[in-house]
């Protein structure tokens, strides 16, 4: 199995230039704190990195027509990329997706396709097959090297940073961020950040192997990006080779997280995108010295979903 190296994050990183916004890094008052808003993206979620990535390349090879499956920020990346370069994109999205991102797919120009969780990946493929379309996975090598830009960032932006929080669904996003930060600095603590609820990847780290939670049991938790049942294949290889620890947070922390990002820095973060902050909050006192830099990876929630605070915005 070829894994994603520090070139190709470079060379993702120059490629997705033009599609990506350079998020800065945001110092939480009073604490040794900063947060990486990848909530800023032009589809408010880091999703854009991979799927600008994949997408471009499979442009440049003739591609007219990609298909994804996604729990909603996936889906918006690859129907932006697509618009981006003229493809047509189909995308799977689960009938428990927040309607935010179902009409933000279409808005965005994909054909939305809704089906039960369990069934997206054979849909998925399905659908590839009789479209003559072309998958494009949340963990292919493509996206996880695109990805991996904003690890880069982070290192250089912050060299003296001791701990990277990484959220984990699939594992693509954590792996590409391993990927870099290792290569700028082998010393650099790389630890990914779950739900309780949805465990399977802490699971995974702690037997060696991949293991695979029912979606009855990932679909509890709120954050809705964070539900998948298994890690990728192919982010699993990086991810026991570079991640040095896994942590879980309860739905109250998420929750409590989401409501400090908003009341101290006004950033706008989906359940899964502040995870990382609650595992900061929550185990703060585990984690090495020096700062710790806390991905928000994404900020697609409906505002009735929002403390009044925000409503009032």
Same mark, same amino acid.
């Given at each position: ?178 990927? @870099? *930060? ?11 950040? !779950? %739900?309780?609820? $949805?465990?399977?990847? #802490? +699971? ?51 929750? @409590? *997280? ?11 973060? !989906? %359940?899964?995108? $502040?995870?990382?902050? #609650? +595992? ?34």
């Amino acid at each position: 199995m070829i894994l994603v190296s520090a070139s190709d994050v470079r060379a993702a990183a120059a490629r997705i230039a033009p599609f990506v916004r350079r998020t800065p890094l945001l110092r939480l008052p009073g604490e040794r704190l900063w947060l990486k808003p990848e909530n800023r993206q032009p589809t408010a979620s880091f999703k854009v990195r991979g799927a600008a990535n994949a997408v471009t390349r499979l442009a440049g090879q003739g591609v007219t027509h990609v298909v994804a499956q996604s729990s909603g920020n996936h889906a918006q990346a690859i129907a932006y990329a697509a618009a981006r370069h003229g493809l047509r994109a189909t995308v799977v999205l689960p009938d428990t997706a927040p309607e935010l991102k179902v009409e933000a797919a279409r808005g965005l120009g994909a054909e939305v396709v809704i089906v039960p969780p369990a069934l997206r990946e054979i849909t998925c493929l399905a659908l590839a097959d009789h479209l003559g379309a072309t998958v494009v996975r949340s963990d292919d090598f493509d996206v996880i090297a695109g990805h991996g830009s904003t690890g880069a960032e982070i290192v250089l932006d912050l060299p003296e940073a001791g701990t990277i929080l990484v959220p984990v669904c699939n594992g693509g996003l954590l792996a590409g961020v391993a990927v @870099a *930060a290792k290569a700028a600095d082998p010393a650099i603590t790389v630890i990914g950040v !779950e %739900p309780e609820l $949805a465990a399977d990847g #802490a +699971a995974s780290f702690r037997s060696g192997s991949r293991t695979a939670w029912p979606v009855e049991l990932t679909y509890r938790t709120r954050a809705d990006g964070l539900r998948g049942p298994v890690l990728g294949e192919l982010a699993w290889e990086h991810i026991r080779r570079h991640v040095d620890d896994m942590l879980t947070v309860r739905e109250d922390d998420i929750d @409590a *997280a989401a409501d400090l990002l908003w009341d101290r820095l006004g950033e706008r973060a !989906e %359940p899964s995108g $502040a995870v990382t902050t #609650a +595992a900061y909050l929550a185990h703060q006192a585990l984690l090495p010295d020096g700062p710790v830099v806390a991905i928000v990876s994404g900020g697609n929630v409906a505002p009735a979903l929002q403390p009044a605070a925000r409503q009032a915005e």
